[in-house]
Nanobody, 116 residues
Framework: QVQLVESGGGLVQAGGSLRLSCAAS????????MGWYRQAPGKQRDLVAF???????NYVDSVKGRFTISRDNAKNTMYLQMNSLKPEDTAVYYC??????????WGQGTQVTVSS
């Protein structure tokens, strides 16, 4: 069974940067559009960025120009470079396939906390 492991979160001041990593135990990256999701306390889990197999990227408006998603299919790893962080970016960040039928079990996520 494919497992997803997110890492790289932490506590950072507003304006700071973090780089998240998502490692998969299987071949999920090579065959799927992959995304980064986040879930703030009391809110639903939302997709914030996704990347196609060929590397085409898309972002929600709230993170455009600040976040950069990338992937290394050979390493089964995906990244999210987050710059100019804001308190409203505080959430647990997860990775998974974008298509619901392609998703695997959610990992533990990685906590990102941005202080003002």
């Amino acid at each position: 069974q494919v497992q997803l492991v997110e890492s790289g979160g932490g506590l950072v001041q507003a304006g700071g940067s973090l780089r998240l990593s998502c490692a998969a135990s299987g071949s999920i990256f090579r065959v799927n559009v992959m995304g980064w999701y986040r879930q703030a306390p009391g809110k639903q889990r939302d997709l914030v960025a996704f990347i196609s197999i060929g590397g085409t990227t898309n972002y929600v408006d709230s993170v455009k120009g600040r976040f950069t998603i990338s992937r290394d299919n050979a390493k089964n790893t995906m990244y999210l470079q987050m710059n100019s962080l804001k308190p409203e970016d505080t959430a647990v960040y997860y990775c998974n396939a974008v298509r619901p039928v392609a998703r695997v079990s959610w990992g533990q996520g990685t906590q990102v906390t941005v202080s003002s």
